[in-house]
């Protein structure tokens, strides 16, 4: 078993050393990086079906550990027929286009008012099963699926923003982009040509991409951020205080709202540790003219923090979870029965 398994390593090792110089395409150069699984007859299969489905599973599982890696398939780490199946499954879903979007509202925390709603998307099986994101979205990164659920979601928001709308509530609208989504060459071209379709203003949509996605490539990212911006669309950094931001990169980013990691917010109103890094943030951002945005708000005690210290924005389940569009409306137009939202109302104009 050692044996074989080096001898698989081995030949692992040399396809990976064939992809290290650059391939000439049009006098450009360009890297190609390669994730191999390995399974093994008949240790991890009795058939060559079984085998091919071991080592494609394990392929995913190599993703993990980075790109131009391999891994050899181990029948204890995981289920690799599972595995598989819910690829399958993603793959379907794709071509149906099975998703949904639920909608968490943003909060003005001074008045209490709704000015806007962030869009998640989730998967709906057969059964009428909701798969959260966190779920798919990394696998659908993993399979190049990224792009065309990221166009749905896109066409989906711009449909919902323009049918409130028509009911006289105008909110701001935003998305998450996922860190391949971000890195996409006509990323703004894609977004504005579905806005301009549904007939919305770029300046009621705003585009969250995560701070390590922006922190990955400061340069290149902030020359899409810039062409964002200038399209009219507005910036979020997401889970903001999770990663390595630069401050003089922070500040040369065409940023609007800062979201403060559910992380930090947790225990704001009770643990001084937490306390003193929202504070921190909170002043940043004052500094910068840039707005604040506090994600994950679940307790009274953390929202009465927050708005003493002026955080501007907030969002949770201490007003709502993520609701179907048509919650939105009667949160819009009736307040929250029972909730904390007190008389709340849509942003007009």
């Given at each position: 078993m050692d044996s074989a398994v080096a001898r698989a390593e081995a030949a692992a090792q040399r396809v990976q050393d064939s992809m290290v110089a650059p391939i000439m395409v049009d006098g450009t150069e360009l890297y190609v990086s390669v994730s191999m699984g390995i399974s093994l007859f008949p240790q991890d299969a009795k058939d060559a079906n079984s085998l091919q489905r071991n080592a494609e599973a394990t392929m995913y599982e190599s993703k993990k550990i980075g790109p131009a890696s391999y891994a050899v398939s181990s029948r204890g780490a995981f289920d690799s027929g599972a595995k598989l199946q819910f690829v399958t499954r993603l793959r379907k879903a794709v071509d149906t286009q099975r998703w949904t979007l639920h909608y968490q509202p943003v909060v003005e925390l001074a008045t209490g008012r709704m000015v806007g709603v962030e869009a998640l998307i989730r998967w709906i099986e057969p059964d009428g099963t909701m798969v959260p994101p966190n779920?798919?979205?990394?696998?659908?990164?993993?399979?190049?699926?990224?792009?065309?659920?990221?166009?749905?979601?896109?066409?989906?928001?711009?449909?919902?923003?323009?049918?409130?709308?028509?009911?006289?509530?105008?909110?701001?609208?935003?998305?998450?982009?996922?860190?391949?989504?971000?890195?996409?060459?006509?990323l703004s071209d894609r977004i504005l040509r579905r806005i301009a379709d549904g007939g919305v203003d770029p300046a009621h949509v705003v585009v969250e991409v995560t701070e390590g996605s922006a922190m990955m490539d400061p340069d290149r990212a902030q020359e899409i951020l810039w062409e964002l911006h200038r399209s009219g669309l507005r910036i979020a950094i997401d889970d903001f205080g999770t990663g390595y931001s630069s401050l003089?990169?922070?500040?040369?980013?065409?940023?609007?709202?800062?979201?403060?990691?559910?992380?930090?917010?947790?225990?704001?109103?009770?643990?001084?540790?937490?306390?003193?890094?929202?504070?921190?943030?909170?002043?940043?951002?004052?500094?910068?003219?840039?707005?604040?945005?506090?994600?994950?708000?679940?307790?009274?005690?953390?929202?009465?923090?927050?708005?003493?210290?002026?955080c501007m924005l907030g969002q949770g389940f201490v007003f709502s979870k993520p609701v179907p569009p048509e919650e939105i409306v009667a949160y819009a137009l009736g307040g929250v029965r029972g909730g904390t939202f007190g008389a709340v109302v849509a942003g007009r104009g």
């Open positions: 779920e798919f979205i990394p696998l659908a990164e993993e399979l190049g699926l990224i792009e065309l659920i990221g166009d749905w979601v896109v066409r989906e928001l711009v449909f919902q923003s323009q049918a409130w709308r028509e009911l006289d509530i105008a909110l701001e609208v935003g998305f998450n982009l996922s860190p391949r989504q971000f890195w996409q060459p006509d003089s990169r922070l500040r040369e980013m065409p940023v609007d709202v800062l979201k403060i990691d559910r992380s930090f917010v947790s225990n704001v109103g009770t643990d001084e540790q937490s306390a003193s890094i929202v504070s921190a943030f909170l002043e940043l951002a004052r500094g910068l003219g840039i707005a604040t945005l506090a994600e994950g708000i679940e307790t009274p005690e953390e929202l009465d923090f927050l708005r003493r210290h002026d």
